[in-house]
């Protein structure tokens, strides 16, 4: 039973219940799919993207009592055209029907009109002759902050209005992250990093949003892999959570997400893809055949991680 | 018959050939259709995108032969879901079948193993088990450079390798713009804006697909409604295409738009389109029923202006 509706209230009672910051990243690439869901498959679109809903499911199936939140990466989708919007709409309802909270990673952003465009499908409603309709119907997506607030107004919007949530690129786990986010800007006398001055702007547009719980519903996206921005950033951005992509694949430890977090213990989910989704590459106790299997123990394995890390740093809530 | 092969020259000849820098933008809102495409449909995604499908190609039909280019935005698409893709890629399909240049406008960024799988998707070419086809296979995409190189490399690998275009978003036509773009960065002794840094970055992304009239397939966005800004940017990228969005209903004039063209006359495509789309609400030589006739003659207009004000700065080509 949900007590609260807010985004972040919603999020932080998925990860007590389950005991778990971490959130499992979809995204499927069918080269990399156990060779029992390509049989007879694989040379049409619609056969790629069976596979790839097949392998979603069971992904999720295998994991959803675990994790608070799964991220499909959009691109992913895109990426199969037509057929592959259609295993990104079956994903997202699919782990909605299993209680989980559904983060759409799109990086998107545009011009005040065209964001609306984007946020009335993406999180809220569109309007047909007589009734309005959800389309994709994500809890979350990620936004790029690159255009300024008339890019975000509208996403603010459904926020409110349908207690939605979003997390707005701050700093991403990429090691070219630093050409143009690290970068000086001066005002006056003040001299700071972008991903500061975006700090301040995150604070801003979040204010109105705060739950039960502290947080806001306009997260953060923080990479794992650079520990010590993301330590400024948990101090200058209090109220906000993070998404924490980097880890495991891309470097991120389970020592360095640590400073994502608050004092409550609360205030970051960390997400993995490649190596949860492919764990039955690496794992020899289960054959290919038992992905799902090695999935689990992928996320069981991360959920202790992170835990641990936390509790060595004094601040496991649970 | 086209001679030359790469993204920027294709571009170019048509230009050339239709004597105009026009680009039509699709952004289709279904409210805003004209009541003759509304009649029986209206209550369904399906119905909303194949009046939708048809706008398109009516204004596609009244235009090809008059502009070079045509640029759906993605985000109008999207809005509606899986039934709005398919009347996306219906659309790019049409209007590459009329001859058109077809730029998507999708502002796409990520990291750079989820940008290979956009550009894949949306430019290059995906794997099936046997073979290798293009999904969505556009001209030309948009993209934001908010992730520095990561997230761009993999569009360039496209560029070269399927003789393709990108614009990158330097400046945007949007009022918060100023927020992030304008913003003083400083290195060492060196103070410059952000958009001023971007396009050292433009400059060396491109720097090695010069075609036959010597622009480069890696062009910018920079918008109408800053002309000084434009002028600026003009002499830092002297080899770029711009694309330049923000005129008509979003202020920018025609002796704005002069300041993003080289001494060639060549260098920008202005794209406008809520003005051309909807141009049967402000002409009332034809009524509704007529909404092709009347975005075209909204178009011969903006041709008209355009070149008029390119006379008379004294860079008209033809």
Redesign the interface.
């Known amino acids: 039973m949900t007590t609260y509706e807010l985004f972040s209230d919603r999020l932080i009672e998925q990860v007590l219940r389950k005991k778990s910051h971490v959130v499992v990243g979809l995204?499927p690439?069918?080269?990399k799919l156990p060779s029992i869901l390509?049989r007879g498959?694989?040379?049409?679109?619609k056969d790629?993207c069976r596979a790839i809903f097949d392998f979603n499911r069971t992904l999720i199936d295998a994991t959803y009592d675990i994790v608070p939140a799964i991220k499909p990466?959009v691109?992913?989708y895109?990426?199969?055209?037509?057929e592959?919007?259609?295993a990104f709409?079956k994903t997202v309802r699919y782990g909605k029907k299993k209680g989980l909270i559904v983060i759409e990673?799109a990086?998107?952003?545009?011009?005040?009109s065209?964001?609306t465009?984007?946020s009335?499908?993406?999180l809220g409603r569109?309007?047909?002759?007589?009734?309005n309709?959800a389309?994709?119907d994500l809890d979350a997506i990620t936004v790029?902050?690159?255009?300024?607030?008339?890019?975000i107004l509208p996403f603010l919007f459904d926020v409110r209005e349908y207690r939605k949530g979003i997390f707005i690129?701050v700093k991403?786990?990429?090691?070219?992250?630093?050409?143009?986010?690290d970068?000086?800007?001066?005002?006056g006398n003040k001299?700071q990093k972008?991903y500061e001055?975006?700090s301040q702007?995150v604070n801003k547009w979040g204010k109105d949003t705060i739950g039960e719980y502290g947080y806001s519903s306009v997260g953060a996206v923080v990479g794992a892999t650079f520990p010590n921005d993301a330590k400024l950033l948990r101090k200058l951005m209090p109220k906000t959570y993070f998404l924490v992509?980097g880890f495991g694949a891309?470097g991120g430890q389970a020592s360095d997400i640590v400073h994502c977090f608050n004092k409550d213990g609360l205030g970051a989910i960390i997400a993995a893809s490649r190596s949860i989704n492919y764990a039955y590459k690496n794992n020899k106790k289960y054959g290919s055949k038992h992905y799902g299997s090695a999935a689990r123990d992928a996320v069981l394995r991360m959920n202790f991680e992170v835990n641990k890390a936390l509790e060595k740093a004094g601040i496991l809530t649970w």
Request: net charge negative; glycine share 10%.
């Open positions: 995204d690439v069918y080269e390509k498959a694989g040379d049409s679109l790629i990466q691109a992913f895109e990426r199969y055209g037509v592959g919007m259609k709409e990673d990086k998107r952003n545009d011009i005040g065209t964001a465009a984007y009335d499908g993406h569109v309007r047909l002759s007589s009734r309709i389309v994709f790029n902050p690159f255009l300024g607030s008339d890019g690129l991403t786990s990429n090691p070219s992250s630093r050409e143009l986010q970068l000086y800007i001066v005002s001299k972008v001055y975006l702007l992509p891309q």
